[in-house]
């Protein structure tokens, strides 16, 4: 017996029902996922736990809070804070590896001369992201408990005295050198591999004295761990008000303020410039970042210094008033 083939009418319906039953599960199905926006790194061209380390890590918790991204830290040390720079201005220009670095920025290219970079040309400036003012301090037991006996029995005892540094490049070297200018004394300078290990030895009586940012310094001085002399600033510090400005024991010359500034490598997009400085920004006006750096006297940069304007302006300043200073004083680190 043949076999009724259907009619032509009853496939039509059978093909729209079935378009019309599989539709839904075509409706309901979730859309692909976005691509998830890549991590940045801020890269600290010294050790873990140094005074730039303290502030990487503050902000790049307020960075990832106001973008949503995932912000990182990277320490790559050596060679006076000339090492990570390098290799951040060797990377791709894409604005998720950022430098922090500070001071040193306008110090390098008078101390290392042959630096496989150029500090104004290599990078994109951000921002200025805070200043921190610096504190003369000393070992527990140091014989002199006021700055201006300090000062006495640092030109009395130069011969003996180990001033501790971190580092050719570091905050601690440069106001080491600016306190030798000041006084007039030729210390015995001994230089250790990051702020944490140059404290260490200062607490443990090791060395004598040492001067270095306030983010290091002050809750080491509250627990009397070391004992604090000074501070480099115009003024006494409102969190710090015990500790005289140098000015007051008559030392001239070596006010000092370390800033530090968020770079990116040259040839980064001016739109990704842009969105970095203005997360910046961002992350600057976060309370926890304002109340961390508060605790540790440093001063948040201005909307106005937090631009890339603004960081040009400053590091363009600042290595034209370091270079006859260390001319002067022929340190070179190569």
């Known amino acids: 017996m043949s076999r009724r083939r259907p009619l032509p009418w009853l496939t039509a319906v059978a093909v729209l029902a079935g378009g019309l039953l599989a539709a839904p599960a075509v409706a309901l199905s979730a859309p692909p996922a976005p691509p998830a926006e890549a991590s940045i790194t801020l890269v600290v061209p010294f050790a873990a736990k140094g005074p730039t380390d303290t502030v990487a890590r503050a902000l790049a918790a307020a960075m990832s809070a106001r973008s949503g991204r995932a912000v990182l830290v990277e320490n790559h040390a050596g060679s006076g804070g000339t ?5 951040v201005a060797a990377t791709r220009p894409d604005g998720n590896t950022l430098l922090l670095h500070h001071v040193g920025m306008a110090t390098a290219p008078v101390l290392y001369r042959s630096l496989p970079y150029d ?52 905050a ?33 009586g090791r060395a004598d004295v040492m001067c270095d940012q306030t983010t290091n310094t002050a809750a080491p001085i509250r627990s009397g761990r070391i004992v604090g002399l000074g501070v480099t600033s115009a003024g006494r510090l409102p969190g ?14 070596l006010e000092l303020s370390i ?24 992350a600057l006006a976060s309370p926890a970042f304002v109340a961390a750096m508060k605790e540790m006297q440093a001063v948040v940069a201005t909307p106005r210094q937090a631009t890339p304007e603004g960081l ?11 270079a006859p200073i260390l001319r002067k004083a022929g340190q070179y680190a190569d």
Do not use: N
Request: a positive charge; hydrophobic letters at 50%.
């Open 240 to 253: 710090m008000p015990g500790l005289p400005a140098v000015t007051e024991a008559g030392i001239r010359g």
């Open 119 to 170: 500090s104004r040309r290599d990078f994109e400036p951000i921002g200025r992201v805070v200043d921190v003012p610096m504190t003369l301090v000393a070992r527990p037991g140091f014989p002199a408990r006021t700055l201006a006996h300090a000062v006495a029995y640092l030109k009395r005892e130069r011969a003996s005295v180990i001033v501790a540094y971190a580092g050719m490049g570091a």
């Open 259 to 282: 800033w530090h500034g968020l770079f990116a490598p040259r040839g980064t997009p001016t739109a990704v410039v842009a969105d970095r400085a203005a997360l910046l920004r961002s």
């Open 172 to 204: 601690s070297h440069l106001c080491g050198l600016l306190l030798s200018i000041a006084l007039d004394v030729d210390f015995i300078q001994v230089p250790y591999r990051g702020t944490g290990p140059a404290l260490a030895d200062l607490q443990a």
């Open 312 to 322: 040009a302006l400053l590091l363009g300043e600042e290595t034209a008033r370091w």
């Open 83 to 87: 090492a990570g720079a390098a290799a």
